[in-house]
DNA sequence: GACTTATATAACTCGTGGCTAATATAGAAG
DNA sequence: CTTCTATATTAGCCACGAGTTATATAAGTC
C-alpha cells in the first residue's frame, strides 16, 4: 500500500481515534462503537478502510470480530518520513559544529 | 496545525511531488510548474495549501516567489508517529528477549 | 425454525477538494 | 503608461468521502 494511501486514511479524526483505542488492546466492534460517539455502521466503514489499507485486522470471536492493530503501514510511513528525518538531524549537526568551532577558536 | 491536517495536505501525489522538488533546494513558481505535469494555478493552488499548513513558505524575488520547505510540521508528524514507534520497537525487544532466553537456557 | 445480538452493506444526502479555463494583480522593461 | 512576465485568485464542474437510516447476513439462544 502506497504512503499516499496511507496518510490519507490516517487523515481522519474518526479512524484516528480507532487506532488510538486499538493501541491500547484489541476489541470487537461493539466496544469501539461504545467509545466513539458514531453510528455502528459508520465505525464499520471505517474499519473497512481501515482493513483495506492494511492498517487493521480482524478475526472472529463467534458473532462478534476482534479488531486489531498493524504496524506495517505505520512503519512504511515512518521510512518514508526518514528521507525528511536527515533535513532537521542536519539542521541540528550543523548548530553543534558551529557551537563547536565557536568553542574551539 | 494539528497533525490531521498535515497528514491530509501530505495525502496527496501533487502535493508531494513539489515536496520532494523542495526537498532538494528551494525554487520559484515556474521551476515547479516546470517539473509538475500540471497547470501553473493547479500548482499555486497546492502552494497555498501547504503555505496554510505551514509546509512551505515563499520570499518574494523581484516578480517571482520563491517557495522552501519548513520541517516543523513534519517534526509533529514524526512525533505523533513515534506514539506508535514504541510498538514496534517494542515488539523487536520482545524477540530480541526471547533470543537471549534461548541462548541462556 | 423463530428470535436476538453483532456486524456488514446499500442507498442516499451533503460538503469538500481537485482540476481546468479565465481573469486579476503585481513587478520589470521599454 | 503600455507591455510583458510571474504568480495568485475566481468560477464552474465533477468525483470522492463521511455521515445517516434502513436492510442484509450470520452466529447464538430457545
Same mark, same amino acid.
Request: avoid cysteine; charged fraction near 30%.
Given at each position: 500500500?502506497?504512503?499516499?494511501?496511507?496518510?490519507?486514511?490516517?487523515?481522519?479524526?474518526? %479512524?484516528?481515534?480507532?487506532?488510538?483505542?486499538? !493501541?491500547? +488492546?484489541?476489541? $470487537?466492534?461493539? @466496544? =469501539?462503537? *461504545?467509545? #466513539?460517539?458514531?453510528?455502528?455502521?459508520?465505525?464499520?466503514?471505517?474499519?473497512?478502510?481501515?482493513?483495506?489499507?492494511?492498517?487493521?485486522?480482524?478475526? %472472529?470471536?463467534?458473532?462478534?470480530?476482534?479488531? !486489531?492493530? +498493524?504496524?506495517? $503501514?505505520?512503519? @512504511? =510511513?515512518? *521510512?518514508? #518520513?526518514?528521507?525528511?528525518?536527515?533535513?532537521?538531524?542536519?539542521?541540528?549537526?550543523?548548530?553543534?559544529?558551529?557551537?563547536?568551532?565557536?568553542?574551539?577558536?
Amino acid at each position: 500500500m502506497s504512503t499516499a494511501t496511507t496518510l490519507h486514511v490516517l487523515a481522519d479524526p474518526s %479512524r484516528q481515534a480507532i487506532l488510538d483505542l486499538l !493501541r491500547e +488492546r484489541e476489541r $470487537p466492534v461493539g @466496544e =469501539l462503537v *461504545a467509545n #466513539l460517539d458514531q453510528s455502528q455502521p459508520g465505525v464499520s466503514r471505517h474499519l473497512r478502510v481501515l482493513r483495506e489499507a492494511g492498517l487493521v485486522e480482524a478475526t %472472529r470471536d463467534g458473532q462478534r470480530r476482534v479488531y !486489531r492493530l +498493524r504496524l506495517e $503501514p505505520l512503519e @512504511e =510511513l515512518d *521510512a518514508w #518520513l526518514s528521507t525528511y528525518r536527515s533535513l532537521w538531524t542536519a539542521r541540528l549537526d550543523q548548530l553543534e559544529a558551529h557551537l563547536d568551532e565557536r568553542r574551539t577558536t
